[in-house]
T-cell receptor, first 113, second 115 residues
Framework: GESVGLHLPTLSVQEGDNSIINCAYS??????FIWYKQESGKGPQFIID?????DKRQGQRVTVLLNKTVKHLSLQIAATQPGDSAVYFC????????????FGPGTRLSVLP | KAGVTQTPRYLIKTRGQQVTLSCSPI?????VSWYQQTPGQGLQFLFE???????NKGNFPGRFSGRQFSNSRSEMNVSTLELGDSALYLC??????????????FGPGTRLTVL
């Protein structure tokens, strides 16, 4: 499978706890953001998105928070499960036209039993 | 609805050769984007095609090219392969409505190894 970055930041959490994964983006003009989950040997899987006119969006067990003032994005996972272990990427849409996303370096989430 | 498919899944080439990778987007999606993923550089945008036209382009040399067919299937080509081209090449599809921000879904990738 794909080893996405041998020296990724790693977050270790106990099963059942909440996880918070952070991401700093660079372009204040970015207007759309996506969080992806990537498991070994697979392509990134869409988790949740948020547009720049919102500061919070909730999905099933996940919440994304957007702070445009400091260009910060976070992904909160409630009641973390072993199946949540993966690398998580944030992506910001740079282009005013079409799909041109810039990805963060990723964070490896490790769920401890 | 079937997801994004990429072929082949694995490929081994030698320096100097060229390679063509294929991507079939989700049915009804008109935008196909290509990314290169390496441990050192992470996920980097190559280019995006929409309605058979290149709509966006990343900062890769001209050895990397692509095209899209009328059925939205896309191919990317890398000529004169270098060792540094070894990577996972990912294709992503979205509805790509003009100017809009759309959910983007990835395929499983093609693992290219250049020897």
């Amino acid at each position: 499978g794909e080893s996405v970055g041998l020296h990724l930041p790693t977050l270790s959490v106990q099963e059942g706890d909440n996880s918070i994964i952070n991401c700093a983006y660079s372009n204040s003009a970015s207007d759309y953001f996506i969080w992806y989950k990537q498991e070994s040997g697979k392509g990134p899987q869409f988790i949740i998105d948020i547009r720049s006119n919102m500061d919070k969006r909730q999905g099933q067990r996940v919440t994304v928070l957007l702070n445009k003032t400091v260009k910060h994005l976070s992904l909160q996972i409630a009641a973390t499960q072993p199946g949540d272990s993966a690398v998580y990427f944030c992506a910001e849409k740079r282009s005013n036209y079409g799909q041109n996303f810039v990805f963060g370096p990723g964070t490896r989430l490790s769920v401890l039993p | 609805k079937a997801g994004v498919t990429q072929t082949p899944r694995y490929l081994i080439k030698t320096r100097g050769q060229q390679v063509t990778l294929s991507c079939s987007p989700i049915s009804g999606h008109r935008s196909v984007s290509w990314y290169q993923q390496t441990p050192g550089q992470g996920l980097q945008f190559l280019f995006e095609y929409f309605s058979e036209t290149q709509r966006n382009k990343g900062n890769f040399p001209g050895r990397f090219s692509g095209r899209q067919f009328s059925n939205s299937r896309s191919e990317m080509n890398v000529s004169t392969l270098e060792l540094g081209d070894s990577a996972l090449y990912l294709c992503a599809s979205s509805s790509g409505t003009s100017g809009g921000a759309n959910e983007q879904f990835f395929g499983p990738g093609t693992r290219l190894t250049v020897l």
